[in-house]
T-cell receptor, first 113, second 112 residues
Framework: EAAVTQSPRNKVTVTGGNVTLSCRQT?????MYWYRQDTGHGLRLIHY???????QIGDVPDGYKATRTTQEDFFLLLELASPSQTSLYFC????????????FGEGSRLIVV | GEQVEQLPSILRVQEGSSASINCTYE??????FPWYKQEPGENPKLIID?????ERKQTQGLIVLLDKKAKRFSLHITDTQPGDSAMYFC???????????FGTGTKLQVVP
């Protein structure tokens, strides 16, 4: 079974604050993704990567940066958090790109007050 | 257009009956259609998928149908049980270099 671990699981920050969400996968997968989940919107892709040092934008990248430091580690950065970024964030990995199963982490709930 | 539409957003069925969720997609190049189940407080997990070279796929009480002409695919859960209560997401993706886009989700409630 694929293993994707996220931290922190819960985070509260103030508007304008700096937040880093971390994700580690131990599946030797090439692809890693950051999605946000909001009621009425489903899962929307923020950023993804197909290898260390690579970064691709998804459908809702504004206000987010990301960095893939190794094959295992993918970080999502909110440098000036806003209340609109209050959400449940999921990291996922897959062996290949679009036609492969996504394995999701446990989720990170972020509240921006 | 790359959107994936999913309906209904909420579905309430009697235990033992069938439940159907429908999705439509815009990109005619889409060729992979997975379905994910998300139980309360959990992460989404793949339950079944279908590729564009098939029209029907069945596994363990789940049936997926794909109509490429109509750009529509659907999930049918037969003989629903309380354990089927969850959020269900459809997704679609095209060839390599793209990513899975998700529908907005269906909350399925199976009542006794």
């Amino acid at each position: 079974e694929a293993a994707v671990t996220q931290s922190p699981r819960n985070k509260v920050t103030v508007t304008g604050g700096n937040v880093t969400l971390s994700c580690r996968q131990t599946n030797s997968h090439n692809y890693m993704y950051w999605y946000r989940q909001d009621t009425g919107h489903g899962l929307r892709l923020i950023h993804y990567s197909y290898g260390a040092g690579n970064l691709q934008i998804g459908d809702v990248p504004d206000g987010y940066k990301a960095t893939r430091t190794t094959q295992e580690d993918f970080f999502l950065l909110l440098e000036l958090a806003s209340p609109s970024q209050t959400s449940l964030y999921f990291c996922a990995s897959s062996e290949g790109s679009s036609g492969n199963t996504l394995y999701f982490g446990e989720g990170s709930r972020l509240i921006v007050v | 257009g790359e959107q994936v539409e999913q309906l209904p957003s909420i579905l309430r069925v009697q235990e033992g009956s069938s439940a159907s969720i429908n999705c439509t997609y815009e990109n005619s190049a889409s060729n992979y259609f997975p379905w994910y189940k998300q139980e309360p407080g959990e992460n989404p997990k793949l339950i079944i998928d279908i590729r564009s070279n098939m029209e029907r796929k069945q596994t363990q009480g789940l049936i997926v149908l794909l109509d490429k002409k109509a750009k529509r695919f659907s999930l049918h859960i037969t003989d629903t049980q309380p354990g089927d209560s969850a959020m269900y997401f459809c997704a679609a993706s095209a060839n390599s270099g793209t990513y899975q886009r998700f529908g907005t989700g269906t909350k399925l409630q199976v009542v006794p």
